[in-house]
C-alpha cells in the first residue's frame, strides 16, 4: 500500500531538521547563539519571565525554541510565509498549546488580522527583516508600534552595515569568509545545498516548491544601519527608546521599548 503523505509526516524527523537549519545558519553566523541570548536577557528585564511573543518571520521558530527552554511559562505566534520553514516549525512543536503559527505576508497591509492576539509584550525577529527594502520595512515598523503594548519590546537581530567604514567592512569580511571557507572544507552545509536536501526529502518537496516560488533564490533587500534601524523606530513606530544592545562587525540587535 502506498504511504499517505500524512503518514510520512508522522515520522519525518523534525528536530533532526531544526537541528540541521541551526548548523546552517552558524555557518554564516558563529556568533548566533550570542545574540539570542542578549535578546532573552532584555526579553526578560523589560517583560519579565512569561511573556507573550511574536516571532516575527519565524522560519523554522529558533527564537521561539530557545524562547520557550528558558521561559517555560512564555507563549509564542510564529508568523512566516515560507512553506517550507513552517512545515519544520509545526513538526517541530507539534502539540505544544504554548505555540501558535501564522502564515502571512508581512507586506500584506492586513496581515496583523491574521495574529490571535491584538498585543504582545515582545515582537521578536532574527536575520530576515533584511529580505525587505527600506520603503516596507519603514511600513512594517509603523504596524509593529501598534502591536507592542506600552513597555513592551521589539528587538530585531540582523544584518546592519555601516557603511562609513569600508576598510574595516572589507576587512572583516575577509576574515570572516575564510573562517566559513574551513567550516565548509570540514562538511558545513550552506544554503543552497541545505535547500537542495529539503527539495528531496519527500514531505517538503513540495513546500521547499512553492516557497521558490514566492521568494526565489534569496532575498534582494536592504541592510540599513543600526542607527536607520532605532531611527526609524522612534519614528515610524513610535517606540520611546531605541538603541544597540549587542553588536558584532557585521550584525546588530537592537532593541526598542514602547
Known amino acids: 500500500m502506498a504511504e499517505t503523505g500524512l503518514g510520512m509526516a508522522a515520522r519525518t524527523d523534525w528536530a533532526a531538521w531544526q537541528e540541521s537549519w541551526d548548523r546552517q545558519q552558524e555557518w554564516y553566523m558563529p556568533d548566533r547563539e550570542e545574540r539570542f541570548r542578549v535578546m532573552l536577557d532584555m526579553v526578560e528585564a523589560l517583560v519579565g519571565?512569561?511573556?507573550?511573543?511574536?516571532?516575527?518571520?519565524?522560519?523554522?521558530?529558533?527564537?521561539?525554541?530557545?524562547?520557550?527552554?528558558?521561559?517555560?511559562?512564555?507563549?509564542?505566534?510564529?508568523?512566516?510565509?515560507?512553506?517550507?520553514?513552517?512545515?519544520?516549525?509545526?513538526?517541530?512543536?507539534?502539540?505544544?498549546?504554548?505555540?501558535?503559527?501564522?502564515?502571512?505576508?508581512?507586506?500584506?497591509?492586513?496581515?496583523?488580522?491574521?495574529?490571535?492576539?491584538?498585543?504582545?509584550?515582545?515582537?521578536?525577529?532574527?536575520?530576515?527583516?533584511?529580505?525587505?527594502?527600506?520603503?516596507?520595512?519603514?511600513?512594517?515598523?509603523?504596524?509593529?508600534?501598534?502591536?507592542?503594548?506600552?513597555?513592551?519590546?521589539?528587538?530585531?537581530?540582523?544584518?546592519?552595515?555601516?557603511?562609513?567604514?569600508?576598510?574595516?567592512?572589507?576587512?572583516?569580511?575577509?576574515?570572516?569568509?575564510?573562517?566559513?571557507?574551513?567550516?565548509?572544507?570540514?562538511?558545513?552545509?550552506?544554503?543552497a545545498e541545505w535547500w537542495a536536501l529539503a527539495a528531496k526529502d519527500p514531505v517538503l518537496a513540495e513546500p521547499t516548491a512553492r516557497r521558490f516560488e514566492i521568494y526565489g533564490e534569496h532575498a534582494d533587500g536592504d541592510t540599513p544601519s543600526a542607527a536607520w534601524h532605532g531611527r526609524t523606530l522612534r519614528e515610524a513606530g513610535g517606540f520611546g527608546e531605541a538603541r544597540t544592545v549587542w553588536r558584532s562587525p557585521s550584525d546588530a540587535l537592537v532593541l526598542a521599548v514602547k
Open 49 to 191: 519571565p512569561e511573556p507573550r511573543v511574536l516571532d516575527l518571520a519565524c522560519g523554522t521558530g529558533s527564537i521561539t525554541d530557545r524562547l520557550l527552554k528558558r521561559f517555560p511559562k512564555a507563549t509564542s505566534t510564529g508568523v512566516d510565509l515560507d512553506p517550507a520553514l513552517l512545515a519544520i516549525a509545526r513538526g517541530y512543536f507539534d502539540g505544544d498549546g504554548r505555540v501558535t503559527f501564522v502564515t502571512a505576508d508581512l507586506k500584506d497591509p492586513d496581515w496583523t488580522r491574521a495574529l490571535p492576539y491584538a498585543s504582545y509584550d515582545a515582537v521578536l525577529t532574527a536575520t530576515a527583516l533584511h529580505w525587505l527594502h527600506s520603503d516596507d520595512l519603514t511600513t512594517l515598523y509603523g504596524q509593529l508600534g501598534g502591536l507592542v503594548r506600552d513597555g513592551g519590546v521589539f528587538m530585531n537581530a540582523d544584518h546592519m552595515i555601516d557603511e562609513s567604514t569600508p576598510r574595516i567592512n572589507a576587512a572583516e569580511r575577509a576574515h570572516r569568509h575564510a573562517h566559513m571557507d574551513r567550516a565548509k572544507a570540514d562538511g558545513a552545509l550552506d544554503w
